[in-house]
């Protein structure tokens, strides 16, 4: 359960933005996608791998 505590006088929408940003850091709604469907083991090291090779070849063009 998050809990969002909200300050006397602190505005709603401000209070809303922390709740919003609290739930996107536990990632719930990324494993509630990713049980949508079940993806084979295989599958899922091939995509992790292909994620990663990305990542790398992005930090190369940096330096």
Not at 10 to 22: G, Q
Request: charged share 40%.
């Amino acid at each position: 359960m998050i809990i969002v505590p909200v300050k006397e006088g602190e505005n709603i929408e401000r209070a809303l933005k922390k709740f919003k940003r609290k739930f996107e850091k536990t990632g719930i709604m990324r494993e509630l996608r990713a049980r949508q469907a079940y993806v084979k083991p295989s599958i899922a090291r091939r995509e992790q791998i292909k994620r990663a090779i990305y990542i790398q070849k992005l930090q190369q063009q940096e330096e």
